[in-house]
């Protein structure tokens, strides 16, 4: 993806933009914490400020090097504790791996003010919403999970982009406790930073993100540590070329967020997997036996479904 | 790949460039013939004329539509039948599935020119080497059989793009039986449509291609297979991501072209994805036990071989 290139989220657009809503009404927005400032959380505060949808941004992280760099990008204005930003913030999002969020939240819970809102923007959402449950207990209805499906083989700081959830999607699992105000509030700002939000069910979520993002995910990782491993390796990789590039692009992903990703969508993935194995079977047992019309009716069902996905998603 | 609109290969711009040729030096090739006029053939077509290195390009093909849209776009100068574009070409390169071959050096042999040099652009080697030695018998001293490794989820005279192969592999695996002024002849060619050009022989081709082009075709088309045929398809679908994108870019290629791959690769095809399924084992027993640390350095490999090779090649 070029997103990070075509439009940088450096300080002066930013704070340029920032400033006319400072000067009229107040944002929609007046303290923004990010926990976790990478690609994803330091787009989500660039498209506010571009929308002028927030006042002041907290950034908070295990790693002061991407803070430092967040703040100098102007993606930030101050660097946080999870305690002082969630004694300041008005809504909080959680971009870290999933594992992280559950410690997170017991920090939090003790000070966080009663009016704010947190969501977060993990790749699964029943654990996360079990982890809610658990952790904010009666503060759970100011809580209200959710997925941007955005890119993501770009990391940190340097990679955000005020544009990246423009037309993509972001679907939000609201808990039973969610409170009406808090969904609407999530809702808004997803809104203000052109995504189209989608609400649905946790677990149905993650059967479907099972199959649309873990298990490629899975097959490409299988793919590529069987290539790196292969005695001849590099000759095979000098000699790789465009399809190769695509096909493994999502293998060089954060290691540690798809560990916490297959391991929270363990079963969902694993059924998936058979599935495929099967289709897997059959596709070998007709090369096997060298039988041309089904290899090929095959292989056409295949480019017919990815060239209709193409068409309807306007995707290439 | 965006190539194809970034410089399309319109008649203005060509035959702009095949003058100075026309009016000096004569260029290194008089007549070109090209069997299928489509990506491939078109964008080698574009890039000869682009060095005037070419001074007529004779189009030869199944499909009435596609040699009138390469015709109309100036790819080629006229369309010939296979035995007009023998009787008259200088270089001669097919550029069609692989089971064509055999079929159109027995139709072009008879009428064949003595110095003419004739080579191809197929995926799989070993397979082509034996259809030109049983076929041409000892006209096989002009038959030097080579792959571009360029992409082609474009296809069609349309995508065909002069620039297609700048920076390109491009494999030779010449006969025994292939003379040195043909190998010279056709290594100077691809040099001057700006592809770097590698000398391998035919059975490690295959064996090398079967792991970085057809396994993941083979496994972009299972995957895409299998969502497609999902109850719930249009609801995975929609909620598909650029990681989606990506990995099943491949799967929307011809089904006629890669069964021809497929077949032609048959043992190498099957042995490699006999390695990827134990490695498949392997990553799905992590996960199942739950195994974090196994998990974690697997995704890891995989993820640290895929920079390094986007280091390395240069490709993101």
Known sequence: ????????????????RANPADEGRSPLIGTLAVIGVGLIGGSFAAALRQASAVGRVLGVGRNADSLAQAESLGLIDSIATPEEAAAQADFILIATPISAVAPMLSRMKPVLRAEAVITDACSTKADVASAARDTLGERAVQFVPGHPIAGAELTGPGAADANLYRGRNVILTPLAQSGGAACGLVRRAWGLCGARVITMDADA?????ASVSHVPHFLSSVYMGQVAAAADADTRLALAGSGFRDFTRIAAGSAEVWRDIFLSNRKAVLAELRSVRATLDYAEQVLQASDEAALEAFLERAALARRLWASRSGQS
């Open 1 to 16: 993806m070029s997103h990070a290139a075509d439009q940088p989220a450096g300080r002066g657009a930013s704070r340029a």
């Open 205 to 209: 979520h993650d059967r479907v993100l």
